[in-house]
Nanobody, 126 residues
Framework: QVQLVESGGGLVQAGGSLRLSCAAG????????MAWFRQAPGKEREFVAA????????YYGDSVKGRFTISRDDVRATVYLQMNSLKPEDTAVYFC???????????????????WGQGTQVTVSS
């Protein structure tokens, strides 16, 4: 079971940027497709972005397309989420998740994902 630890959350003004990191404490990180989800208070968890286990494909939720970028560093066993042009509605707890050799399209189905981090809070003030 892969262990995931998110970091990089915080408080930022609208229009600002943050970069989240998710470190995986496991061998074979390169064989896991990775995703970011978020959950705002009183709302269901929402898909944000995913990256394939070979890093060649990415997929984004409509609400973040053009503003967020997912990337991975297999040497450091870390996946990143660069968030630009942040809006107050981006305020949420952000989670990373993993699934072994999954297609990037399948990463939107949270119930099929094998491992989750504990989350990191992102707050965007207006």
């Amino acid at each position: 079971q892969v262990q995931l630890v998110e970091s990089g959350g915080g408080l930022v003004q609208a229009g600002g940027s943050l970069r989240l990191s998710c470190a995986a404490g496991t061998l074979g990180f390169g064989s896991y497709a990775m995703a970011w989800f978020r959950q705002a208070p009183g709302k269901e968890r929402e898909f944000v972005a995913a990256i394939s286990w070979k890093g060649g494909a990415t997929y984004y939720g409509d609400s973040v397309k053009g503003r967020f970028t997912i990337s991975r560093d297999d040497v450091r066993a870390t996946v990143y989420l660069q968030m630009n042009s942040l809006k107050p509605e981006d305020t949420a707890v952000y989670f990373c998740a993993a699934r072994f050799r999954a297609t990037v399209a399948s990463m939107v189905k949270e119930h099929d994902l094998n491992a989750w981090g504990q989350g990191t809070q992102v707050t965007v003030s207006s």
